[in-house]
Protein backbone atom coordinates (compact mmCIF):
# COMPACT_ATOMS: atom_id res chain seq x y z
CA UNK A 1 0.00 0.00 0.00
CA UNK A 2 1.46 3.34 -0.93
CA UNK A 3 1.65 5.86 1.83
CA UNK A 4 -0.36 8.26 -0.13
CA UNK A 5 -3.65 7.55 -1.57
CA UNK A 6 -5.44 9.58 -4.05
CA UNK A 7 -9.04 9.52 -5.64
CA UNK A 8 -10.38 9.26 -7.87
CA UNK A 9 -7.58 8.60 -10.62
CA UNK A 10 -9.11 10.16 -13.41
CA UNK A 11 -11.99 12.33 -13.18
CA UNK A 12 -13.74 14.02 -16.50
CA UNK A 13 -16.42 16.96 -15.44
CA UNK A 14 -18.38 19.12 -17.46
CA UNK A 15 -17.76 23.01 -17.06
CA UNK A 16 -19.41 24.76 -14.12
CA UNK A 17 -19.01 21.57 -11.68
CA UNK A 18 -17.81 21.16 -8.38
CA UNK A 19 -15.17 19.09 -8.14
CA UNK A 20 -13.47 16.90 -5.31
CA UNK A 21 -10.44 15.33 -5.32
CA UNK A 22 -9.63 13.05 -2.42
CA UNK A 23 -6.05 12.22 -0.64
CA UNK A 24 -5.60 9.47 2.27
CA UNK A 25 -2.01 9.23 3.97
CA UNK A 26 -0.47 6.44 6.48
CA UNK A 27 2.85 8.70 7.63
CA UNK A 28 3.23 10.77 10.14
CA UNK A 29 3.60 14.53 7.98
CA UNK A 30 4.36 17.72 9.10
CA UNK A 31 2.63 19.31 6.17
CA UNK A 32 0.53 17.99 3.06
CA UNK A 33 1.19 19.53 -0.74
CA UNK A 34 -1.52 19.99 -3.41
CA UNK A 35 0.23 20.32 -6.45
CA UNK A 36 -0.68 21.19 -10.41
CA UNK A 37 0.54 18.97 -13.48
CA UNK A 38 0.31 20.65 -16.53
CA UNK A 39 1.32 18.30 -19.80
CA UNK A 40 4.93 19.00 -20.43
CA UNK A 41 5.69 18.51 -16.49
CA UNK A 42 6.31 21.52 -14.45
CA UNK A 43 5.39 21.53 -11.21
CA UNK A 44 2.99 24.49 -9.70
CA UNK A 45 2.61 23.99 -5.82
CA UNK A 46 -1.27 25.20 -4.92
CA UNK A 47 -1.63 24.57 -1.25
CA UNK A 48 0.61 23.91 1.52
CA UNK A 49 -1.33 23.05 4.81
CA UNK A 50 -1.18 21.89 7.78
CA UNK A 51 -4.24 22.39 9.43
CA UNK A 52 -7.92 23.08 8.81
CA UNK A 53 -8.77 25.40 5.61
CA UNK A 54 -6.96 27.39 2.60
CA UNK A 55 -8.65 28.88 -0.20
CA UNK A 56 -7.25 30.62 -3.30
CA UNK A 57 -9.75 31.40 -5.77
CA UNK A 58 -12.00 29.04 -6.93
CA UNK A 59 -9.48 26.03 -5.49
CA UNK A 60 -10.10 25.14 -1.43
CA UNK A 61 -8.31 22.40 -0.20
CA UNK A 62 -9.28 20.96 3.36
CA UNK A 63 -6.91 18.26 5.71
CA UNK A 64 -8.06 16.02 8.64
CA UNK A 65 -5.30 15.35 10.68
CA UNK A 66 -7.08 12.77 13.23
CA UNK A 67 -8.32 10.95 10.02
CA UNK A 68 -5.65 11.48 7.84
CA UNK A 69 -7.04 12.87 5.15
CA UNK A 70 -7.66 15.95 2.48
CA UNK A 71 -9.65 16.94 -0.60
CA UNK A 72 -9.26 19.38 -3.09
CA UNK A 73 -12.12 21.63 -4.37
CA UNK A 74 -12.80 23.61 -7.47
CA UNK A 75 -15.91 25.66 -7.34
CA UNK A 76 -17.39 26.45 -11.39
CA UNK A 77 -14.79 24.38 -12.66
CA UNK A 78 -13.14 25.34 -16.17
CA UNK A 79 -11.84 23.64 -18.70
CA UNK A 80 -8.25 25.62 -18.09
CA UNK A 81 -8.55 23.38 -14.72
CA UNK A 82 -7.61 20.23 -17.06
CA UNK A 83 -4.28 19.34 -15.15
CA UNK A 84 -3.31 16.47 -13.37
CA UNK A 85 -3.55 17.18 -9.71
CA UNK A 86 -1.14 15.63 -7.10
CA UNK A 87 -1.09 15.39 -3.51
CA UNK A 88 2.67 14.70 -1.02
CA UNK A 89 3.55 14.91 2.08
CA UNK A 90 6.58 16.62 4.29
CA UNK A 91 7.17 13.51 6.26
CA UNK A 92 8.51 13.29 9.97
CA UNK A 93 11.91 11.67 10.27
CA UNK A 94 13.78 10.86 13.40
CA UNK A 95 15.69 13.71 13.30
CA UNK A 96 12.92 16.02 13.11
CA UNK A 97 13.97 17.67 9.95
CA UNK A 98 10.52 17.96 7.38
CA UNK A 99 11.75 17.72 4.31
CA UNK A 100 11.58 15.27 1.48
CA UNK A 101 7.97 15.15 -0.47
CA UNK A 102 6.63 11.80 -0.58
CA UNK A 103 3.64 11.46 -3.67
CA UNK A 104 0.31 10.04 -4.83
CA UNK A 105 -0.19 9.09 -7.60
CA UNK A 106 -2.08 11.99 -9.09
CA UNK A 107 -5.43 12.75 -10.54
CA UNK A 108 -5.97 13.30 -13.93
CA UNK A 109 -9.14 15.70 -14.43
CA UNK A 110 -10.35 16.94 -17.71
CA UNK A 111 -13.31 19.71 -17.39
CA UNK A 112 -15.24 19.34 -20.61
CA UNK A 113 -16.45 22.81 -22.08
CA UNK B 1 15.54 35.10 -11.14
CA UNK B 2 12.05 33.78 -12.54
CA UNK B 3 12.39 29.86 -10.73
CA UNK B 4 13.53 26.66 -11.07
CA UNK B 5 15.23 26.24 -14.54
CA UNK B 6 16.69 22.71 -15.71
CA UNK B 7 18.71 21.90 -18.64
CA UNK B 8 18.19 20.24 -21.30
CA UNK B 9 14.51 19.94 -21.22
CA UNK B 10 14.38 16.91 -23.14
CA UNK B 11 17.51 14.57 -24.02
CA UNK B 12 17.31 11.69 -26.37
CA UNK B 13 20.02 8.83 -25.67
CA UNK B 14 21.37 5.27 -26.83
CA UNK B 15 21.57 2.80 -24.01
CA UNK B 16 24.68 3.21 -22.12
CA UNK B 17 25.71 5.97 -22.81
CA UNK B 18 26.28 8.91 -20.46
CA UNK B 19 23.84 12.03 -19.87
CA UNK B 20 24.11 15.12 -17.13
CA UNK B 21 21.12 17.53 -15.93
CA UNK B 22 21.21 20.48 -14.82
CA UNK B 23 18.77 22.25 -12.26
CA UNK B 24 19.80 26.04 -11.18
CA UNK B 25 17.21 26.53 -8.58
CA UNK B 26 15.93 29.92 -7.29
CA UNK B 27 19.15 31.54 -5.72
CA UNK B 28 18.33 32.57 -2.12
CA UNK B 29 17.50 28.69 -1.20
CA UNK B 30 19.36 26.44 0.22
CA UNK B 31 17.70 23.41 -0.40
CA UNK B 32 17.35 21.23 -3.45
CA UNK B 33 15.84 18.00 -4.26
CA UNK B 34 16.00 15.78 -7.44
CA UNK B 35 13.11 13.66 -8.28
CA UNK B 36 12.42 11.26 -10.83
CA UNK B 37 8.84 10.65 -12.47
CA UNK B 38 7.41 8.03 -14.79
CA UNK B 39 4.88 8.28 -17.06
CA UNK B 40 1.34 7.34 -15.00
CA UNK B 41 2.97 7.85 -11.30
CA UNK B 42 3.59 10.39 -9.05
CA UNK B 43 7.34 11.80 -8.60
CA UNK B 44 9.89 9.99 -6.49
CA UNK B 45 12.68 11.21 -4.53
CA UNK B 46 16.09 10.51 -5.36
CA UNK B 47 18.51 12.75 -3.37
CA UNK B 48 18.31 16.22 -1.85
CA UNK B 49 21.17 18.92 -0.69
CA UNK B 50 21.72 21.48 1.71
CA UNK B 51 23.73 23.80 0.38
CA UNK B 52 26.98 22.29 -1.02
CA UNK B 53 26.02 18.72 1.40
CA UNK B 54 23.98 15.96 0.05
CA UNK B 55 22.05 14.81 2.62
CA UNK B 56 19.80 11.68 1.86
CA UNK B 57 20.24 9.73 -1.35
CA UNK B 58 16.96 7.04 -2.26
CA UNK B 59 18.17 3.41 -2.82
CA UNK B 60 16.24 4.25 -5.99
CA UNK B 61 19.69 6.46 -6.84
CA UNK B 62 21.92 3.41 -8.18
CA UNK B 63 25.55 3.34 -8.43
CA UNK B 64 24.83 4.54 -11.98
CA UNK B 65 23.70 7.69 -10.20
CA UNK B 66 25.69 10.91 -9.24
CA UNK B 67 24.49 14.33 -8.06
CA UNK B 68 26.67 16.99 -6.81
CA UNK B 69 26.19 20.51 -5.63
CA UNK B 70 29.41 22.18 -5.82
CA UNK B 71 29.15 25.37 -4.85
CA UNK B 72 26.07 25.25 -2.90
CA UNK B 73 23.89 27.05 -6.34
CA UNK B 74 23.29 25.12 -9.36
CA UNK B 75 23.04 20.84 -8.98
CA UNK B 76 23.93 18.27 -11.55
CA UNK B 77 22.64 14.90 -12.06
CA UNK B 78 24.58 12.15 -14.27
CA UNK B 79 23.47 9.09 -15.20
CA UNK B 80 26.14 6.85 -16.18
CA UNK B 81 25.84 3.78 -19.05
CA UNK B 82 21.79 4.61 -19.16
CA UNK B 83 19.07 1.61 -19.59
CA UNK B 84 15.93 2.15 -21.08
CA UNK B 85 14.22 1.58 -17.74
CA UNK B 86 16.01 5.04 -16.86
CA UNK B 87 13.36 6.99 -19.23
CA UNK B 88 11.38 9.24 -17.17
CA UNK B 89 10.97 12.81 -16.14
CA UNK B 90 13.84 14.32 -14.02
CA UNK B 91 12.42 17.09 -11.71
CA UNK B 92 14.31 19.21 -9.59
CA UNK B 93 13.21 21.28 -7.13
CA UNK B 94 14.29 24.02 -4.49
CA UNK B 95 12.96 25.25 -0.97
CA UNK B 96 12.37 27.87 1.32
CA UNK B 97 11.57 27.50 4.74
CA UNK B 98 8.02 27.50 6.51
CA UNK B 99 7.01 27.49 10.48
CA UNK B 100 4.31 24.91 10.86
CA UNK B 101 3.01 23.63 13.62
CA UNK B 102 5.65 20.21 14.57
CA UNK B 103 8.50 22.27 13.00
CA UNK B 104 9.72 24.04 10.02
CA UNK B 105 9.00 22.65 7.04
CA UNK B 106 9.93 23.14 3.27
CA UNK B 107 7.67 24.39 0.40
CA UNK B 108 9.36 22.92 -2.44
CA UNK B 109 9.03 25.31 -5.91
CA UNK B 110 9.46 22.81 -9.35
CA UNK B 111 11.64 23.33 -12.24
CA UNK B 112 10.24 22.61 -15.91
CA UNK B 113 11.88 18.96 -15.58
CA UNK B 114 14.43 17.24 -17.91
CA UNK B 115 12.74 14.62 -20.00
CA UNK B 116 14.76 11.47 -21.06
CA UNK B 117 14.39 9.05 -23.50
CA UNK B 118 16.44 6.23 -23.42
CA UNK B 119 16.42 3.77 -26.90
Known amino acids: KNEVEQSPQNLTAQEGEFITINCSYS?????LHWLQQHPGGGIVSLFM???GKKKHGRLIATINIQEKHSSLHITASHPRDSAVYIC???????????????FGKGTLLTVNP | DTGVSQDPRHKITKRGQNVTFRCDPI?????LYWYRQTLGQGPEFLTY????????KSRLLSDRFSAERPKGSFSTLEIQRTEQGDSAMYLCASSLAHLVAGGPTYEQFFGPGTRLTVL
Open chain 1, 88 to 102: AVSSQNSGGSNYKLT
Open chain 2, 27 to 31: SEHNR
Open chain 2, 49 to 56: FQNEAQLE
Open chain 1, 27 to 31: VGISA
Open chain 1, 49 to 51: LST
